[in-house]
C-alpha cells in the first residue's frame, strides 16, 4: 500500500505528516506497554522516512519525530529501535529544532549519553554522527535562551523566528 499511496506527505487537520504519526504511536506503545514491538516496525518507519520531504514536521507542542524519540530515548533503545533515530539524523532530520519546552535532540542526546546507560553500536554511530554539530545548530544553542532578547528585533526572518519558537504573525 505505501509503494503506490499518492502523497505520504500530506498532513492531517493537526498539520501532522505520516511520520511524525507513526513516531507518536511508537512512543505511545512504548510507554503505555510492556509487549516489544513488532520486528517490521523499524522497516515500515524507514519507508515511511524515505518517502517523507518534510522530515522536521512539528506537533502543536513543537516536537519532531526526531524531538519525540529524544524525549523517549531510553525506552526506544530498550526497545532495540535506536535504529530509527540513526535513520532520522542520517535522513537530515534538524538536531537544532527546539520544542516548546526549550528541548532540542541536540541537547537531549547529550544528557543520554552522559548518563551511565549500555551504549550499543547504533548510539555510538549517533554520537559520532553528532560529534561535530553544525555552525547552523551551535548557532541556534546559543541564541535560543536569548529569544526573549531576539523576539524585540523589529525585522528578524521568519526562519529565525520559527526556530527560537517566537510567535510568527
Known amino acids: 500500500m505505501l509503494e503506490h499511496s499518492p502523497n505520504v506527505n500530506m498532513v492531517d487537520n493537526q498539520g501532522r505528516n505520516p511520520l511524525v504519526?507513526?513516531?507518536?504511536?511508537?512512543?505511545?506503545?512504548?510507554?503505555?506497554y510492556t509487549d516489544p514491538p513488532p520486528q517490521d516496525i523499524g522497516d515500515l518507519f524507514v519507508m515511511i522516512l524515505k518517502k517523507t520531504r518534510?522530515?522536521?514536521?512539528?506537533?502543536?507542542n513543537g516536537n519532531t519525530a526526531l524531538l519525540l524519540l529524544g524525549k523517549n530515548m531510553t525506552k526506544v533503545v530498550e526497545a532495540g529501535l535506536a535504529s530509527l533515530v540513526f535513520?532520522?539524523?542520517d535522513y537530515g532530520a534538524d538536531i537544532a529544532i527546539h520544542?516548546?519546552?526549550g528541548q532540542s535532540?541536540?541537547?537531549?542526546f547529550k544528557q543520554y549519553i552522559s548518563k551511565d546507560h549500555v551504549h550499543s553500536?547504533?548510539?555510538e554511530d549517533i554520537k559520532n554522527m553528532?560529534?561535530?554539530p553544525s555552525l547552523h545548530c551551535l548557532c541556534i544553542h546559543v541564541m535560543y535562551p536569548l529569544r526573549d532578547r531576539f523576539s524585540l528585533v523589529p525585522h528578524l526572518p521568519n526562519l529565525i523566528k520559527t526556530y527560537l519558537n517566537i510567535h510568527v504573525n
Open 99 to 101: 520544542n516548546k519546552e
Open 21 to 32: 504519526m507513526m513516531t507518536e504511536s511508537i512512543v505511545y506503545c512504548l510507554t503505555k
Open 105 to 108: 535532540f541536540y541537547l537531549m
Open 87 to 89: 535513520h532520522l539524523v
Open 121 to 123: 553500536e547504533v548510539i
Open 54 to 60: 518534510n522530515l522536521d514536521c512539528k506537533v502543536k
Open 130 to 132: 553528532l560529534q561535530v
